[in-house]
């Protein structure tokens, strides 16, 4: 039986990324020796760093004095690093989410955080909007998508001031005028690698204009001059980025990715608002494409666990929503093919003939 991978991550990766990766952990460029014990400070590792940040550059589009660092320790270590690096005074923050108010808990420990606007009394259901935002903060900070409430900025804010932002869960997904930021980071395990490496795009005349000491792993200068080699990067991870990357420039780039998300997103939604079973948790002009949100109606509730074991059975993995929603998620990030979405809402629909 073919599985159709929704986990919210780690998640799906494109089948051939697997391969090659499968395939370097065996041998490496044709050295005879496996990915996982060559020196990252060789000709051929370095090639692959070189060819990752290469490309990362030119799919986003990145301006010039910008750096792509690939880090360890996931998002959660870049919610120290942000403030670390840049918050003097003051920073504001959005909270949209789990993540979002994480992040926020790790500023407050370097300066003072105003948060501008929050949907947490809603259980996050949406995207605030008409926030005002200081204009003598160092940096403002935005939760691009949020992976347990299924919502989703689809633009580049306009800011007065820098921006920062998480894109870990729908980085490559759509265009993003880079230049808007002086800081983009993630966790790679949604729509790039396995687990175990972090990207930051950082601008290079935004570092170092904080008074305290940072300490140097934690310091983004370290990682620029160092090349992301200033310790033993992940090696294998960034391997898998590398043909990530390949295979979305493949495809057709960020642009063709923006169509498919659209394409799949617009497809399962309309399911879920025609099928008299299910209800979308998220305010419908802000549902993400990425973490696809939603819920037993309240006549069907003592269906739910019913629907969890049918789908599961019919091939449906990882669609099980997480504890502070509820109900179901299916997670479509950029490998996720469009045929498996189908099978998801023939799913459904068949759950509804049967009930």
């Given at each position: 039986?073919?599985k159709?991978?929704f986990s919210?991550g ?6 051939e ?18 990915v ?5 400070r060789?000709?051929d590792?370095q090639?692959v760093?070189d ?7 030119e799919?986003l589009?990145?301006?010039?004095g910008y ?17 670390y690096?840049f ?7 959005l ?5 979002a108010?994480?992040a926020?808990?790790?500023?407050k ?13 809603a259980n996050?259901?949406?995207?605030p909007k ?11 900070h ?22 920062v ?16 930021y002086i ?6 395990q ?29 310091n ?7 090349g992301?080699?200033?310790n033993?990067?992940?090696?294998l991870p ?13 495809q ?5 990715m ?5 394409e ?15 209800v979308g ?6 549902r ?9 109606a ?15 059975d019919?091939?449906?993995?990882g ?23 189908q ?11 049967l009930?």
């Amino acid at each position: 039986m073919k599985k159709h991978n929704f986990s919210a991550g780690p998640s799906i990766l494109p089948r051939e990324v697997i391969e090659e990766t499968a395939k370097a952990i065996l041998d490496f460029n044709g050295s005879g020796l496996s990915v996982l014990e060559v020196s990252h400070r060789g000709k051929d590792f370095q090639a692959v760093m070189d060819e990752a940040v290469a490309l990362f550059k030119e799919i986003l589009s990145i301006p010039e004095g910008y750096s792509v660092l690939f880090l360890g320790g996931g998002a959660s270590m870049q919610f120290c690093m942000v403030p670390y690096n840049f918050l003097e005074k003051k920073a504001a923050y959005l909270n949209t989410g789990v993540w979002a108010k994480k992040a926020m808990k790790e500023a407050k420990g370097f300066g003072e955080v105003v948060e501008v606007a929050s949907s947490a009394d809603a259980n996050y259901t949406f995207i605030p909007k008409d926030f005002t935002i200081p204009a003598d903060a160092d940096y403002f900070h935005v939760t691009t998508n949020n992976t347990i409430y299924g919502t989703e900025l689809k633009g580049d804010l306009d800011s007065p001031i820098p921006m920062v932002a998480d894109m870990s869960s729908d980085i490559f997904s759509r265009p993003v005028d880079v230049s808007k930021y002086i800081c983009i980071y993630g966790g790679a395990q949604k729509n790039l690698a396995p687990s175990g490496v972090t990207f930051v795009i950082v601008k290079d005349d935004a570092v170092g204009k904080v008074s305290r000491y940072i300490p140097s792993m934690l310091n983004y200068k370290t990682h620029i001059d160092g090349g992301s080699m200033f310790n033993t990067p992940p090696v294998l991870p960034i391997y898998s980025a590398m043909q990530t990357l390949r295979w979305i420039k493949a495809q057709g780039s960020v642009k063709e990715m923006d169509r498919r998300a659209t394409e799949k997103a617009d497809m399962l939604y309309a399911e879920i608002d025609r099928n008299k079973m299910f209800v979308g948790t998220a305010a419908k002009e802000d549902r993400s494409r990425m973490n696809i949100c939603f819920v037993m109606a309240p006549e069907y509730k003592d269906l739910e666990a019913d629907f969890l074991k049918f789908a599961t059975d019919k091939g449906m993995s990882g669609i099980k929503g997480h504890r502070s929603v509820g109900g179901f998620r299916a997670s479509c990030y950029n490998a996720m093919p469009k045929e498996s979405v189908q099978a998801l809402i023939d799913c459904m629909q068949e759950f509804e003939k049967l009930h």
